[in-house]
């Protein structure tokens, strides 16, 4: 067995940690003899005695060769393949392991914009997002969100419409659509971009997938705007997650009345760069001279 493949059944198998995973690569990266017992990798790991038990039960069961067999045929990027990301490796808590579905070539994107925005978007956001994307078209810049309602779902249709590159990162499997209504828009995104999943096929959404799914988006651009965004909102996380990642945070200013804007605001206030039109994004990708 290869190390990569090692990684993979280990992220698929119950009771295995993030950490233990790290520890299991680090000891054995370097190796030509794979350790593949369960109890010598629980070892590694150092298993908490609950998670060792449940890990030691899964294994080498059925449902565990079953749920291989099952992304046998999904595309997988792991953090050992040559193509990971170098940007997303250098962030905070890289995944170990992505499915993914669409063109893989998006990872090599030399411009990746972060798009994020309120879920209960305002019309403020769609007028927003129609005065600062169509430029980038000509700008070789990707668009990366998290296909949530609102302001991710309207800027990554918009994006389609005008023919830039767009990556989508999902809380659920690749096979499952939240919310609902998405179908269409997640299908296009799957075939035209690139869809992107930290969770095996069949997982529904969970409430803590999404600050999960949002470290990722933080991690693979270069550059985040936030276009509306409320007090304390996920949005925020992700503009922290990005800042915390030495990445380029931008937020557009809203009417200090606004709930919808209070997050931006406060966001300009602690020093983010104020976004009035496209080329004040456009500028973040420049070469500093």
């Given amino acids: 067995m290869q190390l990569r493949s090692l990684l993979i ?4 198998a119950h009771g295995m940690t993030y950490g233990g995973c790290v520890r299991i690569l680090r000891a054995q990266r370097s ?14 790991a150092q298993l908490s005695v609950a998670a060792r038990a449940k890990f030691m039960q899964d294994w080498d069961s059925p449902r565990l060769q079953k749920v291989l067999d099952t992304h046998q045929h999904v595309a997988i990027l792991t953090i050992l393949d040559p193509d990971y990301p170098p940007q997303l490796m250098a962030s905070y808590q890289p995944p170990l392991v992505l499915f993914i579905s669409g063109q893989r070539s998006l990872l090599k994107a030399p411009r990746i914009l972060a798009v994020v925005g309120s879920r209960q978007a305002s019309s403020y956001a769609p007028t927003v997002l129609k005065q600062l994307l169509p430029a980038l078209a000509t700008e070789n810049v990707a668009i990366v969100s998290g296909l949530a309602a609102g302001v991710d779902s309207q800027a990554q249709a918009l994006a389609l419409q005008l023919g830039l590159p767009t990556i989508g990162v999902i809380g659920t499997g690749l096979d499952r ?3 609902r209504g998405n179908d269409a828009l997640q299908t296009n995104v799957s075939q035209v971009g690139l869809l992107i999943s930290e969770y095996p096929l069949g997982t529904p959404p969970k409430r803590y997938h999404f600050p999960a799914r949002n470290r990722i988006i933080a991690g693979l651009c270069q550059t985040l705007v936030v276009v ?3 007090e304390h909102s996920g949005s925020l996380i992700t503009a922290n997650l990005a800042l915390q990642n030495d990445r380029n945070v931008l937020a557009v200013p809203g009417p200090i009345d606004a709930p919808l804007s209070v997050g931006c605001n406060q966001l300009i206030a602690a020093g983010a760069k104020s976004v009035l039109n496209s080329r004040h994004i456009i500028e973040e990708f420049l070469p500093i001279i």
Avoid: F, N
Wanted: hydrophobic residues 60%; proline residues 4%; glycine residues 0%.
């Fill in 31 to 44: 190796t030509a003899d794979l350790v593949v017992a369960a109890a010598k990798l629980a070892d590694l």
């Fill in 9 to 12: 059944r280990l992220y698929l």
């Fill in 177 to 179: 659509v939240y919310p």
């Fill in 228 to 230: 509306e965004a409320r």
